[in-house]
Nanobody, 123 residues
């Protein structure tokens, strides 16, 4: 059974940091392009960052550039989203998606998604 799982969410004060982790099962992790999206209450889901399966290309949304970093460790079968300088506007459910051999511009509906992890940033 294919599963994607996020962890590491929580409550943090503005200016703080969090590191989210994404793991998969039922997939060959090294073949997966990993994407992080988020959805805030009343808003559409939006891209945060994407890292290509071969670790040769990444892509960040404007709101994440300079503050967030996406990385992967294929030996551990995990990808990470390091979030720094968090703002209350970053409050959302963060979703990890996996897509085999996909490009960083591949549309979200091609991904297998996790259930999400809540990130809350207090002011």
């Amino acid at each position: 059974q294919v599963q994607v799982k996020e962890s590491g969410g929580g409550l943090v004060q503005a200016g703080g940091s969090l590191k989210l982790t994404c793991t998969t099962s039922g997939l060959t992790f090294s073949r997966q392009t990993i994407a992080w999206f988020r959805q805030a209450p009343g808003k559409e889901r939006e891209k945060v960052a994407v890292l290509k399966w071969n670790d040769q290309m990444d892509d960040y949304a404007d709101h994440a550039k300079g503050r967030f970093g996406i990385t992967r460790d294929d030996t551990k079968g995990a990808a990470y989203l390091q979030m720094n300088w968090l703002e209350p506007e970053d409050t959302a459910v963060y979703y990890c998606g996996a897509c085999q051999y996909c490009d960083v511009r591949t549309q979200p509906h091609f991904y297998t998604w996790g259930q999400g992890t809540q990130v809350t940033v207090s002011s």
